[in-house]
């Protein structure tokens, strides 16, 4: 991120879910407020999208991984979590309108300078606030999200959902680690959804052309993309920690989960969207449990 702004990548993914609005009605992920926060012209919004076809792979990823995200939060509702943390929130609208938002307390955790501006951004679209939400500022690169949800009142005795959504691969494994190391160890169980990117040079060649122009992209927004993971290793190190359930979709499963007439042409690896709970969380939705490693 640039010094003082907020985040050009927010700006892009809440675009990129505006656009599935307008384009494809919301067929994968429907968000009624994804265009009125954006402040955009849904008419000015289609034909930017529609002048840049090459952006069609990376609008459906992010409506899949919001779909997935929320699918899992509301079967872990009915499971008993009551609260949700939006990690690396942008422009994202569950707080204002999820079906479910009256039975949870909300904490959006944001860089400060991407949050301020989403507070304009709320204000200036008159998206009111609601009472459940509570906004906590934090730089993930220099504060411990432990200091940060303390100091907006989070409830670590709560069974607690984490999404954390376009945020992974733009952190240093640290960051990424130290906050899993701190969603695994709430007391009484967590779930958290991400998503990450399988290593560039696991991909096929077309497959790592299309990586190699995102990440350009993502790079010249100032924003680059520094952090993927081999699944395996990514669960083993996710269940030492005390993970143990782990439904992980790759590029595969995702094209046959949402998009079973293109199933066939789905490269194995890429993109993935993860969904894990600690031991202590109760079982929710379509989790599988994966067996421990030899
Ligand atoms: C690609 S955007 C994703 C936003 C949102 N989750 C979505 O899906 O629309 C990346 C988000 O990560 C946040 N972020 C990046 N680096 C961060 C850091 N060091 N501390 C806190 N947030 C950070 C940005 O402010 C931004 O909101």
Known sequence: MQLGEPSRTARAAAFHRAAHQVLEQGRIFADPLAVRILGEDADAIAREAEARPSSRRMRFFIAVRTRFAEDALAAAVERGVSQLVVLGAGLDTYAYRGSLRDRLRVFEVDHPDTQGWKRRRLADAAIPLPATLTFAPVDFERQTLAEGLAAAGFDPAQ?????????????????????????????????????????????????RDRHERGAAHVAGLGEPWVNYFEPDSLHARMRDL??????????REILSRYFPQRAAAAPDRGGHVLHAATSNARPAGRLQKEQPAE
């Open 242 to 251: 005390g993970f143990f359930e782990i439904e992980d979709l790759g590029p």
């Open 159 to 207: 069974p607690t959902f984490f999404t954390w959504l376009g945020v992974v691969p733009y952190l240093t494994d640290d960051a990424v680690w130290s906050t899993l190391g701190f969603i695994a160890n709430l007391p009484h169980g967590a779930h958290v959804v991400f998503d990450y990117g399988d290593p560039p040079d696991s991909l096929s060649p077309e497959a």
